[in-house]
Each structure stands twice: as C-alpha cells, then as structure tokens.
C-alpha cells in the first residue's frame, strides 16, 4: 500500500509539471480548449484517486492501531483470568481442607458428647451406692468409688474387715445387676496417709499395695459355703490392682496433714477405667 501511495504522489508530482507544461504546449500548440479541459479533467481524476487512496491508507492504519490495541487488552484480561483461575483453585482447595477439618472436628465432638453420655450414664448408675455411705465422684478424669480405709482394714493391717466386706459386696451387687457396668474394666488403687509405715510391707506404697490386691482377691473369688469362702465373683480379667501410698492425697499434702484429713486420704478407690473413645475432659459432678 505505501509503494502504491508513494507511486500516486509521484504521479501526481509528476502530472502536475507535466500538466503546466502540457497547457503551456498546449496553449502554444494551439490546441482547443476542449483537448485543454479532457487533460485537466484526467489530472482532476488522478488527484481524486491519490486522495481516496490516501484516506483508505489512513483508515487502516487507524483500524491497525486499534486492532493493536484490542489485542494488548485481551492478553491484558487473559492474564487477569489465568491469576483469577489460580486463585480461584487455592481458595477452592482451601475451602476444601476447611471443610474436611469441620466435619473432622463436627464428627470428633459428637463421639465426646456420646462418650460423656456413657459415662454420665455409668456414674448415676453408680450413685445409688450414695446409699450406702459410699461416695463416687471423678478424679483424674475418671469415675472413682471412694470406699474409707478405716471400714475397710483396721490400722495398719491389710486384711479386710466384716465391714470392709460387706461394703465391697453391696459394690459388687450394683456392678452385677447392669452389663455395662460388668463389662467394664476396673482398677483397685490402695491410698494411705503420710504416716510413717515400717511393718512387714516397707512402706506405704508397700502397704497400699497389698491393700488393694486383698481387695482385688475379695471382688473376683468365686464364694464357695462348703469351704467357707467369701468373693464377690466378678471376671478377674476385668480388674487389676495398684498401690499409691501417700502418693496421691485428696486432703491436705504429702507433708501436712491433720488427723481428719489423715483419715480421708486412708482409701481404697475402685476407678473405672475409661476406653480410648472416653479420653477426653469429663466434667461430671
């Protein structure tokens, strides 16, 4: 188009000087003013067909320019969506994650309700040892049966009393008649309190010790009359036994205690023992 534009302008250039030229000749020639008009009229043609050319060439050089720019603008808005896309995909990916978490941690929480249920459902059922003088409560996050050491043994023995029996009877009883309580499992822990123990056991871990195995004997042997021998008969499998001396005081401390809170802190506790599901804070009065 430029070499065609260029050619226009020369020709016209050139039909121009010849066009002054030819009228000069012309008009000395003595040629009519008819040829003299027909060469003007081409001339006229001429410049009619380089200006139409050149507003063509204009224009679309114009049109380029804003082809040119409509393209820059799309590249611009096809990078804007590439990033929009890219962020799009982190957000949908954290969203994603998100909402697994919630419903890991909706899921989590009703399984701790369930279990809290359970166990709330266990300790009222325990509570109708509250009858019987025998306190439960939740220590540790467990639930514990607090029998008193001094119904249980006389002062420094560990053989249990006709009391002390009778009470772990009146246990057993209420672990037999619900088989929930009977299938779960349970731990005998001997307390004593900070006096100094120098008997046949050592110390007062010692004496805790076989504390609680006397007790685990009583709670699991089978009762036979023709042999004259007491039990309480629950499945062995499910309870074991431990002795924490004055370890683990409920009263006072390790190192000062009065003689009321000597007393308190002389226990055997039966605590049940809670499954994986069920380890988690309890609030349970």
């Not at 050089?61 to 082809?67: D, Y």
């Not at 399984?111 to 809290?116: I, P, R």
């Not at 004593?192 to 056991?201: L, M």
């Not at 089978?222 to 431990?242: F, R």
Request: with cysteine; glycine share 6%; hydrophobic share 40%.
């Amino acid at each position: 188009m430029n070499a065609r534009w260029i050619s226009t302008m020369g020709l016209s250039m050139a039909l121009t000087f010849s066009g002054g030229a030819l009228l000069t000749s012309l008009s000395g020639c003595g040629h009519n003013e008819e040829e003299w008009q027909s060469q003007l009229d081409k001339e006229k043609k001429l410049r009619a067909d380089f200006d139409a050319e050149k507003a063509a060439h204009d224009k679309s050089k114009a049109e380029l320019k804003k082809v040119q720019g409509e393209v820059d603008q799309l590249k611009k808005d096809l990078s804007a969506f590439e990033d929009m896309k890219k962020q799009f995909g982190d957000e949908k990916d954290k969203s994603a994650k998100l909402t697994k978490a919630l419903a890991e941690s909706e899921a989590r929480a009703k399984a701790l309700e369930a279990a809290k249920k359970r166990l709330e459902a266990l300790k009222k059922k325990l509570d109708e040892l509250k009858k019987f003088n025998l306190k439960v409560a939740v220590r540790h996050n467990q639930i514990v049966i607090d029998l008193p050491g001094d119904v249980l043994f006389a002062p420094g023995s560990e053989l249990l009393s006709k009391d002390g029996k009778e009470a772990l009877m009146k246990v057993a009883d209420v672990v037999k008649s619900d088989p929930d309580l009977l299938k779960r499992q349970y731990q005998i822990v001997g307390h004593t309190d900070n006096a100094p123990y120098a008997g046949a056991f050592k110390d007062n871990v010692g004496l805790s010790v076989m504390r609680a195995r006397e007790v685990y004997q009583f709670m699991t042997a089978q009762p036979d009359a023709k042999l004259k021998k007491d039990g309480a008969g629950l499945p062995a499998e499910h309870w074991s036994a431990a002795g924490y001396g004055d370890l683990d005081p409920i009263a006072g401390t390790r190192g000062t205690q009065t003689p009321e809170q000597k007393k308190l802190n002389r226990r055997v506790e039966i605590a049940i023992l809670p499954d994986a599901s069920e380890l988690m804070k309890l609030d349970v009065e």
